[in-house]
T-cell receptor, first 112, second 112 residues
């Protein structure tokens, strides 16, 4: 079956540091890949997505590239802010296109 | 904006009680989902629905049931709550063929 593995947190950074959160997946076929973010006390919201190999999703300074050869979708941001403190979830869609499988989440804490 | 509303943010129930968690979405989405969120385990799918009166089991349906009598409303039912059902429950909705889920803010259930 489908599965998503992402690095465990928490990840603690200083403001303006570079952030990378690793995500690898196992899936049949050609899934779409997503990053969701959950700010404290809120539900999840879509951060970015990529629907085919070599696509790059980007939003709010975050980027991730769909790498089929390494089955990865790592999230990066060049200069984090305190407001980026949140839990980040990597996810993939199955063959039906709308049922998502999530990774375990990575908590990120950015200190001033 | 899409809005997914969950009826209760916090609930405390006793073992053996019947629990109803309600979710309403206002964007005419066909799909609705119930996930539970536990630290280190990410989000796990309990049940989902593609249409009114239609339901399908997710990855962890045991101990839960659902009801979808109207398109906008999807209820999660715990017939006899147990302490291992203490968790954060997240409702989500999406269009029929779309990977983007819209989440509610979550319902934190404590079973004593």
């Amino acid at each position: 079956g489908n599965s998503v593995t992402q690095m465990e947190g928490p990840v603690t950074l200083s403001e303006e540091a570079f952030l990378t959160i690793n995500c690898t997946y196992t899936a049949t076929g050609y899934p779409s890949l997503f990053w969701y973010v959950q700010y404290p006390g809120e539900g999840l919201q879509l951060l970015l997505k990529a629907t085919k190999a070599d696509d790059k999703g980007s939003n709010k300074g975050f980027e991730a590239t769909y790498r089929k050869e390494t089955t990865s979708f790592h999230l990066e941001k060049g200069s984090v802010q305190v407001s980026d403190s949140a839990v980040y979830f990597c996810a993939l869609s199955g063959a039906a296109g709308n049922k998502l499988t999530f990774g375990g989440g990575t908590r990120v804490l950015v200190k001033p | 904006d899409v809005k997914v509303t969950q009826s209760s943010r916090y609930l405390v129930k006793r073992t053996g009680e019947k629990v109803f968690l309600e979710c309403v979405q206002d964007m005419d989405h066909e799909n609705m989902f119930w996930y539970r969120q536990d630290p280190g385990l990410g989000l796990r799918l309990i049940y989902f629905s593609y249409d009114v009166k239609m339901k399908e089991k997710g990855d962890i349906p045991e101990g839960y049931s659902v009801s979808r009598e109207k398109k906008e409303r999807f209820s999660l039912i715990l017939e006899s709550a147990s302490t291992n059902q203490t968790s954060m429950y997240l409702c989500a909705s999406s269009l029929l063929v779309s990977g983007e889920l819209f989440f509610g803010e979550g319902s934190r259930l404590t079973v004593l």
